[in-house]
């Protein structure tokens, strides 16, 4: 297309070429030109090499670790384009760092899921797209359209698929009962409950089951898996309490510090999971991690956004109730 304000450019951040590549073949465009580095003192170097005047711009990178490079990168990405005439600029952030600091639940702590809202904003970003925030009222601390899609419909084909007998959805804590409700609504199935308590950072400790989970396969749905020190002992807890066998899935595996060790020696069947992360090469060895593609998802959303289309009809609207 000649006309430049017709044009829809999609650049990706170091943290998510591959998956930005996938999306750009979803949507049949090349990947945007750039060049990103650092300095020898680690300052991060960003280069456009693309004409964006008027373009419809898309930059695609998750906030995962390390998050605070990521982070920056599209910072100053964001800021190039904007710099270079770009008429509206989209930050796609598959997985939305930082997210779990939305609120003062003790004094003298920061709400730093607000403070990367205003960075994008004062950066340049003129919308944001994301995939299953940690919670739903982040989308409150921003002043610029945020476009929440679910990659609940992309892990319940797979797991119908799978065919497993007395399947019975798991929340791992009180917090992500909705989520887990939706999940057991679409699946035709029943739910339990998880009562933990959390002793420490990355450290939770599990208490009671909520629900008859006896003789089920267990399928325990979350958002994100960490170090996998709750999914563990949620694993442990349901087997001791008298499950066939445990699954798991959620939507950013960010398997951090020893989350690989703990889950190849663990009871646990399969993680069913997506790309919104990158796996480290040594998680890609691990064969019970099933990694599954949300290029589609997003190349459609990005269509529908650059069409001025309804992003709402890519999901139920029944899944909104989580958020509510």
């Known amino acids: ?10 650049f990706a951040g170091r943290a998510s070429y591959e998956l930005a590549s996938d999306i750009c073949q979803y949507m049949n465009i ?12 680690g300052e991060n170097y960003v280069r456009i090499e693309e004409n964006v005047r008027g373009g419809d711009v898309f930059v695609i990178q998750s906030t995962c670790s390390p998050g605070n490079d990521n ?13 270079s005439s770009a ?28 403070l990367v809202a205003d960075l994008l904003h004062t950066s340049g970003a003129n919308r944001v797209l994301t995939v299953d925030l940690h919670a739903g009222q982040i989308q409150g601390f921003f002043n610029i359209p945020v476009d929440h899609l679910f990659a609940m419909n992309v892990l319940i084909g797979y797991i119908k698929n799978l065919g497993l007998p007395n399947l019975m959805v798991i929340s791992p804590d009180a917090g992500g009962v909705e989520r887990a409700r939706a999940f057991a609504k679409r699946l035709g199935t029943t739910l339990a409950i998880i009562d933990k308590r959390r002793e420490a950072i990355n450290e939770a400790k599990a208490m009671n089951i909520i629900g008859d989970v006896k003789g089920k396969t267990a399928v325990i749905v979350d958002d994100m898996i960490d170090t996998a020190g709750t999914l563990m002992e949620s694993t442990n807890a349901l ?41 480290r090469d040594e998680l890609k060895q691990i064969e019970k991690i099933k990694v599954l593609s949300v290029a589609p998802l997003l190349g459609e959303a990005i ?4 069409s001025e289309t309804s992003v709402s009809s890519l999901f139920d609207l029944e899944h909104g109730d989580e958020n509510d």
């Open 71 to 83: 982070l920056m990168e599209m910072l100053i990405m964001i800021d190039a384009l904007k710099r």
């Open 239 to 279: 087997i001791e309490a008298g499950v066939r066998e445990v699954h798991a899935c959620c939507t950013h595996p960010v398997l951090s510090g020893p989350a690989g060790e703990r889950i190849k020696n663990s009871p646990l069947k399969s993680i069913i999971t997506t790309n919104t992360i990158p796996l």
């Open 30 to 41: 090349d990947i945007g030109r750039s060049v990103l580095k650092n300095f020898s003192d």
């Open 1 to 10: 297309m000649s006309d430049n304000n017709n044009r829809v450019l999609v």
């Open 87 to 114: 008429k509206r600029i989209t930050a796609v952030i598959p997985y939305y760092g930082y997210a779990r600091q939305d609120r003062k639940c003790e004094p003298r702590v920061p709400i730093t899921s607000k």
């Open 303 to 306: 269509i529908r956004i650059h």
